[in-house]
C-alpha cells in the first residue's frame, strides 16, 4: 500500500475515534471520564481491587453492570471478582446475598432499619483487610447503592472510612410524561417521545429505553407514566397494553414501574358502555376488569393517572359525582394490585369572573379525607399553571387527610423552552422549603409531602419530563441538570439545590475550580434572570396564547387572555387578592395569609400576584412601581449578558462541542431576553404612560413591530 493511502486511511481513522468521542451530552451525568487527580486515582484503584457481588437478579446485574461500567470509565480498572476477602475488596449486594460479610462487619442490624429502597455504604476492616460495603435491603436499594457510590468517585470525594446510610424521604418519585400516542410530545421541546410504539412491545432491548432508565435510576426515579395526561382512552386497549409491556420489562432491571393515564370516558369510548358514571355498576365493573386485564399483561403495573374535569377532559362531575367519587371508583379497582391512582387538583373554571388562583383549593379542599387511601391528590406547585414564579398551591397544608403529591414541570413550558438556560433546582427548591404553618413554624410544603409517610405510609413527588428523542435528550444540555435536580429533590426534598448544582457539573463537565465556579454561578442565577426579563415583581401569564414561550402581554380574546392576569390600566397594574379583593390570601394558613394581605410585608416578588398598586406607587428601594419595573426588566437582559461573560471562562476548559452549543444558545436566549424586556416595557408604557429613563438601552422596535412579528414556534398540539 503506498503511502498517501496509508496516510489517509489512517486520518479517516482518527477523524471517526473523534467523531465517536464528541461530546454530543448524550451520556448525561453518568459520562463516567477518567479520573484527572492521580493521588485519588490511586486510592480509587486500590480500593476497587477485587469484587464480591453476586448479582443473582436482573437489578443486581443491572447495579452490576453500572459498577463495571463505572471502573472501567474512571479508573481503568476491569472487573476483579474475588469469593475471598481481599485487601481493597468492594462486596456489594443484599442480606440474601452478602449475609455474612453483613455479619461479620456488624452491618445486619442497619440494613435491617432500612426502607425497602435504601442502602448502606461502609468502610470496614475484616480479616485485618481493608474493604467497603454496598448493601440494600432489597436488590433495588443495591443498585441505588451503587449509583451513590459511583457519584463519590465522578465527584472526586474521599473514600476513607465511609458510613453512608441512606433512606428516599418520599416513596413514589415520578415522571409525568405528556406524550402523546402518535408520538409527539405536549410541550416538549426535545424532538419526539422516546416510545417507539410501532417497534413496540418486540423491540423492547433498545439501548436508548436502557439509559433512559439508567438515568432515572442513578437519581431515585421510581415510577413513569407514559403517556399524556391529555389521554386518548385507546392507551388502555390491550393492543396498547401489550406495548407497554414492552417498556415495563426495559425499566423493570432498574427499578421503575410504569403508569399509564386513564381516560375518565374510556368505559364508552372503548368500552362501549352508554356511560362512564362512576353511580353505574357497569362502570365499575369495567373498570375492574380493565386493571386485572393490565395486571395479567404488566404484572408491576404502578396505576393511573387522571385529568379530570378540567380544560376540557372528561370527569365524575359530568354525571353529579365528585372527585373523590371518580378516583375511587378506580382506586377500588386498584387497590387488590397494590395500584396507586394519582388524581391531579389542576382545574380552573371558564367563567372569567372567578379567580382562577382560588379554584383548585375551592375544589379539593372539600373533599379532604373522602378518597380512597391509595390516592394521591396531585396539585401543581402553585395555583396557576407552573408559571415562572408562584407563590405555593395553598392545598399544601390544607388536606391533612389525604395524600398530596406536588407535580412541577421540568420541561420548560414557561420558562424559554430550550433555547433559555434556566436551572430549576432553585425553584423547586424555593416551593419545597416555603412554610405553609399549618402546624406551626417548620410546616413547609417538603415536610407536608414527608409527613404523608408517617400518617399514611406514602409520598409522592412527579415531575413533567423535558426528555425526547434530541441526541442530548433534553435539547438544552442545562435542561439536563433539572432532570437531574428533580430526581435528587424526589428522593430527598430537603436536599440545596446549590449542592444538586455543584454535583452535576461536576459529573457533567469536570471537578476543576475554575470550571465548576463560573457554571455555578450561571446556574443559580437563572432562574432568578428569566423572571427579571420576563415576568417580575409577580407578574405572571403573560406569554405567548400558544406556545407559552415569548411575550404577549397585550394578549386579547374571548376566552382567558393576559388581561385577565395583569387587569393592565392607566391607574394600576396586578390583582387584589387579597382580603378586600378575590380572597385568595384567605386559602393560607396564618401567618402566611398576614403576610401576603399586608403591603408592606408581602414579598416583592409575589407583589403583583396578591396587590393591584398605581403606577407611582413608592417601592422599599425608592422607585416608582413603573421604575421598578424597568429596572427588573433591564436587570434580566443584563444578567443573561454576565451569564454569556461567565460561559466564555470555560472555553477551552471542557469539550468545544458543548461549549459551543451552549454558547450559541446563551446568544439567542440574550435575544429572546430583550425582545421580552422590550415589548413589555413599550405594552406597560402605553398604560403607565411614564419613560423608559433614556440612559438606557432603548427598545430596538416599535410595539407594533413586536405585536407583529410571529412567534418562533407555534405549537400545534393540545389546542388545535
Ligand atoms: C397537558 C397547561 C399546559 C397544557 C397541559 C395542562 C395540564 O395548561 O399548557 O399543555 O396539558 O397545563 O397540566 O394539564
Known amino acids: 500500500m503506498n503511502t498517501k493511502i496509508l496516510f489517509l486511511l489512517m486520518a479517516a481513522y482518527f477523524s471517526a475515534c473523534c467523531y465517536l468521542h464528541a461530546e454530543n451530552g448524550y451520556e448525561l451525568w453518568l459520562r463516567y471520564k477518567p479520573t484527572d487527580n492521580t493521588r485519588l486515582l490511586h486510592e480509587y484503584q486500590k480500593k476497587n481491587k477485587y469484587i464480591l457481588f453476586p448479582a443473582n437478579s436482573p437489578q443486581l446485574q443491572a447495579a452490576k453492570e453500572e459498577l463495571e461500567r463505572g471502573l472501567q470509565g474512571m479508573l481503568q480498572l476491569c472487573l476483579n471478582e474475588t469469593e475471598k476477602v481481599k485487601d481493597g475488596t468492594l462486596i456489594a449486594g443484599t442480606l440474601q446475598t452478602i449475609a455474612p460479610y453483613c455479619q461479620q462487619a456488624l452491618l445486619t442490624d442497619s440494613i435491617n432499619q432500612l426502607t425497602d429502597e435504601g442502602y448502606i455504604i461502609a468502610s470496614r476492616k475484616m480479616e485485618k483487610q481493608e474493604v467497603i460495603i454496598i448493601a440494600g435491603k432489597t436488590d433495588k436499594g443495591t443498585l441505588y447503592g451503587i449509583f451513590h457510590y459511583l457519584r463519590l468517585m465522578q465527584t472526586q470525594q474521599n473514600l476513607d472510612n465511609l458510613f453512608i446510610k441512606e433512606n428516599p424521604k418520599i416513596s413514589y418519585r415520578v415522571l409525568n410524561h405528556w406524550d402523546n400516542l402518535n408520538g409527539s410530545i405536549e410541550r416538549g421541546y426535545a424532538g419526539y417521545s422516546l416510545w417507539n410504539w410501532e ?159 382560588i379554584t383548585g383549593y375551592n375544589e379539593f379542599k372539600p373533599l379532604d379525607g373522602q378518597f380512597n387511601r391509595n390516592v394521591f391528590v396531585q396539585p401543581k406547585n402553585g395555583p396557576i399553571d407552573f408559571q415562572p414564579r408562584e407563590p405555593f398551591h395553598p392545598l399544601f397544608g390544607s388536606m391533612p387527610n389525604t395524600p398530596l ?222 421604575n421598578e419595573l424597568v429596572f427588573h426588566y433591564y436587570k434580566g437582559v443584563d444578567e443573561v449578558r454576565e451569564m454569556q461573560q461567565l460561559w466564555t471562562q470555560v472555553e477551552g476548559k471542557i469539550d468545544k462541542e458543548r461549549y459551543r452549543h451552549v454558547a450559541s444558545l446563551l446568544k439567542y436566549q440574550e435575544e429572546e431576553a430583550i425582545w421580552w424586556r422590550d415589548a413589555c416595557l413599550l405594552f406597560f408604557q402605553e398604560y403607565s404612560g411614564q419613560p423608559i429613563p433614556q440612559e438606557l438601552e432603548q427598545p430596538r422596535h416599535s410595539l407594533d413591530y413586536y405585536k407583529r412579528i410571529p412567534f418562533p414556534y407555534e405549537w400545534n398540539g393540545y389546542y388545535d
Open 199 to 357: 417497534r413496540l412491545p418486540m423491540h423492547k432491548n433498545d439501548d436508548r429505553y436502557k439509559d433512559y432508565a439508567r438515568a432515572n435510576a442513578s437519581v431515585g426515579i421510581n415510577g413513569v407514566v407514559l403517556n399524556n395526561v391529555n389521554a386518548e382512552a385507546k392507551s388502555l386497549c390491550r393492543e396498547w397494553l401489550v406495548k407497554a409491556s414492552g417498556l415495563a420489562d426495559a425499566f423493570r432491571p432498574y427499578g421503575i414501574r410504569v403508569y399509564l393515564t386513564a381516560k375518565f370516558s374510556a368505559p364508552k369510548e372503548i368500552g362501549g358502555l352508554k356511560t362512564a358514571s362512576p353511580k353505574d355498576p357497569q362502570v365499575r365493573e369495567w373498570w375492574k376488569k380493565k386493571v386485572q386485564e393490565i395486571y395479567s399483561i404488566i404484572p408491576d403495573f404502578g396505576g393511573f393517572l387522571v385529568k379530570a374535569n378540567s380544560e376540557g377532559q372528561p370527569g365524575p362531575q359530568d354525571y353529579g359525582c365528585s372527585h373523590a367519587d371518580g378516583a375511587n371508583m378506580l382506586a377500588e379497582a386498584l387497590e387488590p394490585f397494590g395500584g396507586i391512582v394519582f388524581w391531579r387538583a389542576f382545574v380552573y373554571q371558564n367563567e372569567r369572573h372567578v379567580d382562577r388562583v
Open 405 to 626: 403529591s406536588m407535580e412541577v414541570q421540568i420541561t420548560q413550558e414557561n420558562l424559554g423552552h430550550t433555547h433559555h438556560l434556566v436551572y430549576l433546582g432553585t425553584l423547586f427548591e424555593e416551593v419545597l422549603q416555603s412554610d405553609t404553618y399549618a402546624n406551626g413554624q417548620g410546616s413547609t410544603v417538603s415536610k407536608i409531602l414527608q409527613g404523608y409517610e408517617k400518617s399514611h405510609h406514602i409520598s409522592a413527588i412527579a415531575g413533567v419530563p423535558n426528555i425526547g428523542s434530541d441526541i442530548n435528550w433534553t435539547g438544552q444540555l442545562f435542561g439536563q441538570a433539572n432532570w437531574y435536580a428533580f430526581g435528587r429533590l424526589a428522593w430527598n426534598p430537603d436536599e440545596k439545590s446549590q449542592d444538586i448544582a455543584n454535583e452535576w457539573i461536576r459529573m457533567t463537565f469536570s471537578n476543576e475550580k475554575e470550571v465548576i465556579a463560573p457554571i455555578l454561578k450561571i446556574m443559580l442565577m437563572s432562574r432568578e434572570t428569566y423572571v427579571n426579563y420576563t415576568m417580575p415583581l409577580g407578574l405572571n401569564h403573560i406569554m405567548n396564547y400558544g406556545t407559552h414561550n415569548g411575550p404577549e402581554p397585550w394578549h386579547d380574546d374571548p376566552v382567558w387572555t393576559a388581561f385577565d392576569y395583569h387587569k393592565v390600566t392607566r391607574d394600576s397594574i396586578g390583582i387584589n387578592r387579597t382580603k378586600t379583593g378575590s380572597g385568595a390570601v384567605l386559602q393560607y394558613h396564618k401567618p402566611v395569609c398576614e403576610q401576603f394581605n399586608s403591603l408592606t410585608n408581602c414579598p416583592q416578588e409575589y407583589l403583583l400576584w396578591f396587590h393591584r398598586l398605581p403606577w407611582n406607587y413608592s417601592m422599599p428601594s425608592g422607585r416608582t412601581l413603573w
